[in-house]
């Protein structure tokens, strides 16, 4: 298995690239970051993560596990290692917002026709909108035929407040942005405060 990632030049993903690379250094995991040309606008560059997903899939010809390049991965994802004889893997999302069944900062393909198949759909979706509705558009129109599985909520735990601390089990943590921007884009119009 392969830990994936792409970052832009934007914002600080350069850096949280380069913090990616050396936590799975020491974790002792097989990693792919690469920079990919920014669109300038968030909402767009969110759309590249299927095509890079599903290039990574056909470049290396293994499962991959996709990881939010501004997460923190902090212990080897154990639960993936050896592989699930499954297409996919995720944990379910958090808030069930608009009725989303999987998060997407950290999922695991595996290198399956179906998982393609799945992965394709995504990028078919990804017209508009976020990463997160085009997901949730193709895993609707897929998911009579691909085999998931559910991981435990610790591969992707979001951490809202930065004064919480991370719970000492997590494999997996997602840092909301601190752009009211952002999260005003990603959330239709409604703000997410966080500090």
């Not at 909108?129 to 085009?134: I, M, N, S, V, Y």
């Not at 998911?143 to 494999?171: D, G």
Request: with cysteine; net charge positive; proline share 6%.
């Amino acid at each position: 298995m392969k830990i994936i990632s792409f970052y832009t030049d934007d914002w600080e993903y350069p850096q949280h690239a380069k913090r990616m690379r050396a936590d799975c250094s020491k974790l002792g995991l097989d990693v792919y970051v690469a920079e990919q040309e920014s669109r300038q606008d968030y909402i767009r560059n969110t759309a590249i993560k299927p095509f890079f997903i599903k290039d990574c899939l056909e470049k290396f010809k293994i499962p991959v596990l996709w990881v939010d390049v501004d997460g923190l991965l902090l212990k080897r994802p154990e639960r993936l290692l050896p592989w699930p004889k499954v297409d996919f893997a995720a944990v379910k999302h958090f808030t069930a917002y608009q009725g989303r069944e999987w998060a997407v900062g950290l999922m695991w393909f595996n290198y399956t026709p179906q998982a393609l198949a799945l992965v394709d759909a995504w990028c078919a979706a990804a017209v508009t909108g976020t990463d997160e509705a085009a997901f949730d558009i193709a895993w609707k129109s897929m998911r009579q035929s691909v085999t998931a599985l559910e991981l435990p909520a610790e591969y992707h735990y979001v951490r809202w407040r930065t004064t919480v601390p991370i719970p000492t089990n997590t494999v997996f943590c997602n840092q909301l942005s601190k752009s009211p921007d952002k999260m005003r884009r990603k959330f239709n119009g409604q703000v997410i405060e966080n500090d």
